[in-house]
């Protein structure tokens, strides 16, 4: 790894930037498994079916500086790559996503610095996500230090969708032939007729649940 050490008075070290990066992951992963319980206690639902959250290798760092035509320093890595630390939040449904990246604003601490929405703006390759590249407060013994963290919210659907586009897209170095690529496009387009339909199925079996609920009060009405 080529990181030269700045001298700033921000983070300094390679060493110090894992531990605050670390740590902005670790709050942003408790604080999203806590909003899925408290969905489960209030509405007996989970909004997110999984998480994952990742570390960026020093080698994609520097990678994604010399793409930028940035040199390999610590002050510019944190200036300038967004996604060091980043969590990957995986829902059923579209609609959750929204309904997670609302939670999130209304965290009192969190700042959005920028929002990506490939969900209403599919990229040209077919790629649909939501993404958030937020700063939260990490507390250190003598500072706190704001820390960005990219959020990427999106379907289990998407999720497999993005995760073979993206060996595709290694395994021909970002020049897949031009049949594969049409293909995915294809598959895209699968992906958001799935999804919208899981969504009304979804919708239309809560309407019968909650209808059936309504039956059984009005009957519980008759019988007190
Ligand atoms: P990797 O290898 O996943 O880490 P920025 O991060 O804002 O400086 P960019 O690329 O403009 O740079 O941001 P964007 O578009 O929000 O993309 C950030 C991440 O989203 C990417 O990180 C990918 O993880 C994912 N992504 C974006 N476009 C695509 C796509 O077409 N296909 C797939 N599979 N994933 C995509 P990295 O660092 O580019 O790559």
């Not at 013994?141 to 919210?153: G, P």
């Amino acid at each position: 790894m080529d990181l030269k050490v700045d001298n700033g008075d921000g983070i300094d070290s390679w060493k110090e930037v894992t531990l605050v990066y670390n740590a902005a992951l670790r709050q942003i992963q408790t604080r999203m498994e806590i909003l899925n319980d408290e969905f489960q206690h209030v509405h007996q639902y989970n909004p997110i079916e999984h998480i994952k959250a990742r570390i960026k290798t020093p080698e994609s760092i520097v990678k994604k500086l010399k793409r930028h035509g940035y040199a390999s320093t610590i002050d510019n890595m944190v200036r300038y790559v967004n996604d060091i630390a980043g969590i990957r939040i995986i829902c059923s449904f579209t609609s959750d996503i929204y309904r997670i990246a609302d939670m999130i604003r209304e965290q009192r601490d969190i700042k959005v610095i920028a929002v990506k929405d490939y969900i209403t703006f599919p990229k040209a390759s077919g790629y649909k996500s939501y993404h958030m590249i937020v700063t939260l407060p990490v507390y250190l013994s003598d500072r706190n230090v704001d820390t960005k963290v990219e959020i990427q919210i999106r379907t289990v659907a998407m999720d497999f969708w993005a995760s073979l586009e993206h060996k595709i897209h290694y395994k021909f170095e970002g020049d897949a032939p031009d049949h594969i690529k049409s293909e995915l496009v294809e598959c895209a387009k699968m992906v958001t007729d799935l999804d919208a339909r899981m969504l009304s199925l979804n919708e239309e079996i809560l309407a019968i649940v909650q209808g059936t609920e309504s039956e059984v009060v009005k009957e519980s009405k008759k019988v007190i």
